[in-house]
């Protein structure tokens, strides 16, 4: 192999390019990922009423959520105006010092859109229904339906990317869902 010579730069023209201004990467705007988190609301009064309250269980769930994500940064939470959703997300709500901000379960389209819009971390409480409908709005894998009596432990948490891409990760809180028979 032959090498063909390499030709002497001017020594004044090589002192320019190392003296040219580089580009301030920390000056950069970072990228901006979104990460909601979704759950559906805790264990509920089974008393026939349309907006019933949590259970002992419930309470304890609730509880065991705000230690779970205590740390997580959350910039805002969202919840459907039931009691059973507010009454999820309330004690991390106190500990933050955060507003829990009501969303109608009839836009779940126009509350995707803002999740989407706007970069921060979310924690969003529903229903066994709006939950996984939510979570496939925003991009992610919704996985099987909620089993209706006693399926309270599941949380997604969706990493919404620039680029439009979305990643899911579900994990269980609080007791453990075991579905009879297993």
């Not at 040219?20 to 950069?28: F, I």
């Not at 010092?97 to 803002?114: E, I, K």
Request: proline share 9%; net charge neutral.
């Amino acid at each position: 192999m032959r090498r063909l010579p390499v030709p002497m730069l001017p020594t004044a023209l090589v002192l320019s390019v190392l003296m040219l201004p580089r580009p301030d990467l920390s000056a950069q705007e970072p990228v901006a990922v979104t990460t909601v988190f979704l759950v559906r609301h805790s264990e509920k009064e089974q008393n026939g009423s349309r907006d019933p309250v949590l259970t002992p269980a419930g309470q304890e769930r609730a509880t065991a959520l705000a230690d779970l994500l205590e740390e997580a940064g959350l910039t805002a939470i969202y919840a459907t105006d039931f009691h059973r959703t507010r009454d999820t997300v309330v004690p991390l709500a106190e500990r933050l010092g955060l507003p829990v901000t009501l969303y109608s379960a009839r836009d779940l389209v126009g509350l995707a859109a803002g999740l989407k819009r706007t970069p921060g971390r979310y924690l969003v409480s529903g229903h066994s229904d709006t939950t996984p409908n939510l979570v496939a709005l925003l991009g992610g894998e919704p996985g099987l339906p909620f089993v209706e009596e006693g399926e309270n432990d599941r949380l997604y948490i969706l990493t919404l990317q620039p680029d439009g891409r979305a990643e899911t990760v579900v994990l269980r809180y609080g007791k453990r869902f075991r579905p009879p028979g297993r």
